[in-house]
């Protein structure tokens, strides 16, 4: 992969200039490098033995150039050419990063730019070779010569480079195609193939030096010319598959600390007085808006360093710059900007801001900076050994005055949406649209895994409503969720649908209930749920909205209804169905309000399904005891009343249980042998105790079983014998347990009954 412009303008910046062999293999990515020849096709690669035959078949010998003639001699080159006119080669769009990677290998400056004239194509069989030579200029610019080794099973035909620092040799590949660049007048030779066959493809790269005047040359125009391709330039996410798009800032890594105070232009130190005026100059140029900044980087390495001890490896942690064991190898490195300084502001402002790693670049690595922090966790075994170290770093943002909007938008997005605002309050809606478009990649990343403020909730349903575009304005909402929509903001919604319509703005309730329901809660969420009932009245003036979100509420709820009814009545679920029973009681209470008797009658059913529906129905009845009138009659409580107070009336009627009745339900959900023997004995009216043999498997299980079920049964092991003795003893717990249930439903029945009146 060819150096980044960013970290060819530090390199620039600090001074440095690349070490110069003039000739080197290029780490590029060809794997969509296609060649075509006519007569054979596309060439799939690697080439085998009986397509680089087929080339031979198509081509002549080679001949070479000798002062001002052409030579054939094969003791001097024996190689076969393949025509150059039956040759087509794509390169995927992969040329241009070849071309750049090549101009940085030769060591050519930033404004030189380099373009390929296809040569010929060589194939070289067992035996085959081409002593050293130089490669005559066949152009009045050709600087250096580009050699593409395709794919194939071969020993031999190294290409061998003299230089100055001594002999370099590349090899070809078995898998994949191999660049090597080097100037024209290195002398260079191709080794005799040992065993199969050598097929490259040869360039002649022509230079072309810049027009621009002599005033943009030096530093500053070179920087400038890197900032422009800084931003031009598409770079690859870190992940594979992740989208290629070009960077919206540069920032640029200083190399000593500064306070938010001593943050100004002024206040800069050694050598990044003279680094941040090249930048500032450039940046000019290049028309770009820079400002200064305050990072914390958090870099880990691996430390090649082993460290044991008698717990198998030590953890140490030191501050204020202590000795470190010495970082061997980058794993990761993070920088967060925490400050900035820019003409729109008086003074510094705090912020928090992520830097993706395509952003960062710096003249001096961090590593060689003192951390104020350090932590370093020795070898446990599978992990470990590694170096943590924190740093503060001052930094310089540089990004194109266009992308100001983007750039400011992604730190604040409270101030970008004010900022749109302003644009429409000043007739200028073109101008929002843009810019609401610009930041909407990072706008749906950052609201959607945060809780928004309620301002600025509010502030962006005013905007979406004002651009009077529909499908931006969805786009720009569509990322909220659901627990946004209370009664403070209700208004908002209206307008909206007034703006674009009911069903508009029923479509985005709905994708902001499919969002909520993506994060684990939806519309069933019983902190929303509680304010649905003046929600639904705050939306009345909608014949659409109420309906929708009582419906979107109810479709949440009701999936969690039977499995609970179905679940043994412990603790954990009581506080379940005590949580249910408040959202069924916010759906129900809505449904009224918006006269909506489908929904309500659903409810009611749901908590008329006999004896195990209660404790849904009468904390539902309690908490409605508490409405107006008029809604208790809408939603039929009466009879919803009646129907529980017949339920709790038989239950009362059933005699008491007998001082001698210790019979116990049967906790549900196994039908494995050993529950229905514990089913057995736990329904045994006679029996309290049972001494129950089991192995350790055995034993395990029925002990789950009992405490998940809450049983009010003892079990304690005898370690006597094999296998041990689980005793299991019924406890008094279960005539309490009957009382207390008593005396609750006496205390329901009243309760209910006055409902009913």
Not at 481 to 496: E, G
Not at 581 to 590: D, I, K, N, Q, R
Not at 600 to 620: H, N, T
Not at 650 to 657: I, K, M, S, V, W
Request: with cysteine.
């Amino acid at each position: 992969m060819s150096i980044a412009p960013k970290d060819e303008m530090a390199r620039l910046l600090a001074g440095e200039r690349p070490t110069v062999r003039g000739h080197g293999q290029l780490r590029v990515d060809l794997d969509d490098l296609r060649v075509e020849v006519a007569g054979l096709g596309e060439l799939r690669q690697p080439v085998t033995a009986s397509t680089a035959k087929k080339l031979a078949a198509l081509g002549k010998p080679a001949a070479f150039g000798l002062g001002t003639q052409t030579v054939l001699d094969v003791s001097v080159r024996d190689t076969t050419q393949v025509p150059t006119d039956a040759v087509a080669v794509d390169w995927g769009g992969q040329l241009d990063h070849v071309l750049e990677a090549a101009r940085e290998t030769l060591g050519l400056g930033p404004r030189t730019r380099l373009t390929a004239e296809l040569h010929s194509m060589l194939v070289y069989a067992k035996d085959q070779f081409f002593a050293s030579h130089q490669d005559s200029e066949k152009h009045d610019d050709m600087i250096a010569s580009l050699v593409v080794t395709l794919p194939s099973a071969h020993t031999g035909g190294e290409l061998v480079v003299h230089g100055k620092g001594g002999s370099t040799s590349y090899r070809g590949s078995r898998q994949e195609p191999i660049a090597v660049v080097l100037y024209a007048d290195l002398r260079h030779e191709v080794q005799p193939v040992r065993s199969g066959h050598r097929i490259s493809l040869t360039y002649n790269l022509i230079r072309h030096q810049s027009d621009e005047p002599d005033a943009a040359a030096g530093p500053v125009g070179d920087v400038a010319l890197l900032l422009e391709r800084h931003f031009t330039a598409p770079v690859p996410a870190r992940w594979r598959g992740d989208d290629v798009t070009p960077p919206t800032r540069l920032v640029y890594l200083l190399d000593h600390e500064y306070t938010p105070r001593s943050l100004t232009w002024k206040a800069l130190k050694g050598a990044d007085i003279t680094r941040v005026a090249t930048l500032r100059a450039a940046g000019t140029r290049a028309g770009c808006e820079v400002v200064l900044a305050l990072a914390d980087v958090h870099e880990t390495w691996q430390d090649d360093v082993y460290f044991d001890d008698d717990f198998g490896g030590r953890r140490s942690r030191r501050r204020g710059g202590g000795v470190d064991p010495d970082p061997h190898q980058l794993i990761d490195s993070e920088v967060t900007l925490t400050h900035w300084r820019g003409a729109w502001a008086r003074g510094t402002e705090e912020i928090s801001d992520y830097v993706d790693g395509r952003e960062v670049c710096a003249s001096t690595p961090t590593v060689r900076l003192t951390p104020y922090e350090s932590e370093h966790e020795g070898y446990m075994g599978n992990y470990g050994n590694t170096v943590d170290r924190w740093y503060h770093r001052a930094a310089v943002l540089v990004w194109p005055v266009r992308l100001q909007f983007v750039n400011r938008a992604q730190v604040s997005m409270a101030w970008a949406v004010a900022d749109l605002q302003d644009h429409v309050d000043k007739g200028e809606a073109d101008i929002a649209r843009d810019d609401l478009v610009s930041m909407m990649p990072f706008w749906h990343s950052q609201i959607g895994g945060l809780d928004p403020a309620p301002k600025l909730v509010d502030e962006a349903l005013t905007l979406a409503a004002d651009l009077d575009e529909p499908d931006l304005a969805r786009t720009f909402l569509g990322t909220f969720r659901i627990d946004v929509l209370t009664t403070a903001v209700a208004p908002r919604l209206l307008r909206l649908a007034e703006t674009y319509g009911d069903v508009w703005a029923k479509d985005l309730v709905t994708a902001w209930s499919t969002n909520s329901r993506r994060r684990g809660t939806g519309t069933a969420d019983p902190v929303w749920l509680a304010g649905l009932p003046s929600l639904a009245m705050a939306l009345c003036d909608s014949e659409i909205l109420p309906r929708a979100m009582v419906e979107l509420a109810w479709d949440g709820v009701r999936p969690r209804i039977t499995p609970l009814l179905a679940a043994d009545l412990t603790s954990r679920v009581r506080g379940q169905l005590e949580t249910l029973a408040g959202s069924l009681t916010s759906v129900l209470h809505a449904a009224a309000v918006c006269r909506l008797d489908a929904v309500a009658d659903e409810v009611l059913a749901s908590c008329r399904q006999g004896e195990p529906a209660l404790p849904l129905l009468i904390p539902l009845l309690d908490a409605a005891a508490n409405w107006p009138a008029e809604d208790r009659r809408e939603a039929r409580v009466g009879e919803a009343a009646a129907y529980a107070a017949q339920l709790l009336a038989q239950r009362l009627e059933r005699p008491a249980r007998r001082l001698d009745d210790w019979s116990v339900p049967a906790p549900s959900a196994c039908d494995c042998d050993l529950c229905g023997q514990l089913a057995a004995f736990l329904s045994a009216p006679d029996e309290r105790t049972l001494e129950w043999p089991l192995a350790g498997p055995n034993r395990r299980h029925i002990h789950s079983r009992i405490e998940a079920s809450e049983l009010p049964v003892t079990h304690t092991t005898r370690r006597q014998g094999r296998p041990f003795t689980l005793v299991l003893t019924k406890t008094a717990a279960l005539f309490e347990r009957e009382i207390d249930a008593r005396g609750d439903d006496e205390l329901a029945l009243a309760r209910v009954q006055l409902l009913m009146d």
